[in-house]
């Protein structure tokens, strides 16, 4: 007969009992049960809705910043690292069960109400020594924190706290966040193609950084390649990370596999709002987001662009075979040829706007290249 031990002190004596609501843990007795319901009331099958205050507990029982995109909103923690270590000072002393033990639904409660200052207030003016408390000094502080309109800051929050890239994309979307990292990683790589790769994107969003040239087909996938340069990268950054925000992973999962991410845009008003960051009427953006194959020419810019990173003599950085058969690499009859054919669309590439890569694949298709170069239209002089 298998030994069971208590989910919360990990003894196995007394024998532990199940939880009659969800039947997966176990517990020694009522104490321990009600100790770890902060962290059970996400996997187990709790008969009110989970709210952010829920969260909010969970972050103070492992003393850490919460994650939870919408708790990190609601609670305030969008702010430099060592305030919001502040601000988790004031929510241990108000939750936990060793201080004021104030219960989660009563926390949401005041904020629903508009009045967390006063009634966190309320709560320290019961303690004879508060003013001994650093938590209720820097809450007098603060109390602004405690009252201001998140929707309005600017999100920093998603810098700071755990580094854990892929666990940050996990809470965000909604996983279940005491889930071990090994049966996270489990369910995520269980992700259908198209949805894993829109996780990846969005952890990679989340710590504030995208899709570089460099090993990543999302580069191309998710129109990077189509940037006049580097501030034009991070301004398709900035418009992918508005989205996230607007959106579920399904949603935006199922726009990239069907290819309508420009009307996923539209659709949740980003022209209105985002006049002039990205201009989803480009044609090379268009071309990438809703055509039905991506041409072989965004792969040639994205050779293009590591062989950049990693320095022309790097000699490891080769085109692929349909990338080097469509543009001539295959013909070149030495190192120096390919050299000067990798200058050529260098120049190229580096007229931003001047340039039309969808022109220049035509051509490639057409067999017309030399034409192109020179003495079409897209000769650079
Ligand atoms: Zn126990
Ligand atoms: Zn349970």
């Not at 104490?31 to 952010?52: A, G, L, M, S």
């Not at 003016?125 to 600017?154: C, G, T």
């Not at 071990?180 to 989340?206: D, G, I, N, W, Y």
């Not at 129109?223 to 340069?229: E, K, M, S």
Request: hydrophobic content about 35%.
């Amino acid at each position: 007969m298998p030994i069971f031990q208590c989910t919360r002190c990990k003894r196995t004596n007394p024998p532990p009992k199940r939880c009659a609501a969800c039947k997966k843990a176990w517990y020694c007795g009522a104490e321990c049960q009600k100790r770890d319901w902060v962290c059970h009331i996400f996997d187990c099958n709790p008969t009110r809705e989970i709210n952010t205050a829920d969260y909010l507990a969970l972050a103070v029982e492992r003393d850490l910043i919460p994650e939870h995109r919408q708790t990190c909103e609601d609670y305030g923690f969008f702010r430099p690292i060592q305030q919001n270590r502040d601000l988790l000072g004031v929510y241990v002393s108000l939750l936990h069960p060793n201080y004021m033990a104030v219960k989660p639904q009563v926390v949401h409660k005041w904020r629903k109400q508009g009045a967390l200052a006063e009634n966190i207030k309320k709560e320290f003016e019961k303690s004879p020594d508060r003013m001994k408390s650093p938590d209720y000094l820097w809450f007098l502080r603060h109390e602004d924190v405690f009252r201001s309109d998140p929707q309005v800051e600017e999100r920093s929050f998603i810098r700071s706290g755990a580094n854990d890239l892929v666990r940050r994309a996990w809470v965000f979307t909604g996983g279940s966040p005491t889930l071990s990292t090994e049966e996270m990683q489990r369910q995520v790589s269980a992700l259908p193609p198209h949805k894993f790769q829109c996780h990846k994107f969005f952890a990679e969003l989340l710590s504030g950084s995208h899709p570089s040239p460099e090993d990543d087909v999302l580069w191309v996938e998710f129109g990077f390649c189509t940037a006049r340069d580097r501030e034009d990268e991070r301004n398709i950054a900035r418009a992918y990370k508005w989205l996230m925000y607007q959106t579920t992973l399904d949603e935006f999962s199922d726009a990239y596999r069907s290819k309508t991410m420009i009307e996923l845009f539209k659709k949740k008003g980003f022209n209105d709002l985002n006049p002039c960051i990205v201009d989803l009427a480009d044609p090379c953006l268009v071309d990438i987001l809703s055509n039905p194959g991506i041409r072989t020419v965004w792969y040639l810019r994205q050779y293009i662009e590591t062989k950049i990173i990693h320095g022309r003599q790097n000699q490891k950085i080769k085109p692929s075979p349909i990338v080097a058969a469509d543009f001539g690499f295959t013909n070149c009859l030495d190192a120096r040829d390919h050299d000067l054919l990798f200058d050529l669309y260098k120049e190229f590439f580096a007229l931003g706007s001047r340039a039309n890569p969808i022109e220049l694949c035509e051509a490639a298709q057409e067999e017309r290249l030399f034409c192109v170069f020179y003495g079409g239209s897209l000769n650079a002089d």
